[in-house]
């Protein structure tokens, strides 16, 4: 069973950065592709990077490229999330997640989630 638990979420202030952590219950590569995914309240989840199975390329968002990094570290089982210059709309609740196959980073193709963790943006 693969699980993944977020952290490092927190309240920021605009222009700060945060690292978000996921740690994944087993090997992933090979297996599975990680993605970042956000929601806030009323909107539908937006994928934001996300690695591609087929290749290993990192796919970043339009909203969070040149500001947002993605990286794994293989040994440990975790895909990481540094945000860097982070603005009031980066406000939602984070999430990791996890798929065998599919496109990336379109949600309905992650099998497995994370629980989320809140970044808060603050002015």
């Known amino acids: 069973e693969v699980q993944l638990v977020e952290s490092g979420g927190g309240l920021v202030q605009v222009g700060g950065s945060l690292t978000l952590s996921c740690a994944v219950s087993r090997t992933i590569f090979g297996d599975h592709a990680v993605g970042w995914f956000r929601q806030v309240p009323g909107k539908e989840r937006e994928g934001i990077s996300c690695i591609s199975s087929s290749d290993g390329t990192i796919y970043y968002a339009d909203s969070v490229k040149g500001r947002f990094t993605f990286t794994t570290d293989n040994v440990k089982n975790m895909v990481y999330l540094q945000m860097n210059s982070l603005k009031s709309e980066d406000t939602a609740v984070y999430y990791c997640?996890?798929?065998?196959?599919?496109?990336?980073?379109?949600?309905?193709?992650?099998?497995?989630w994370g629980q989320g963790t809140q970044v808060t943006v603050s002015s």
């Open positions: 997640a996890a798929k065998e196959r599919g496109p990336v980073c379109v949600s309905a193709w992650y099998d497995y």
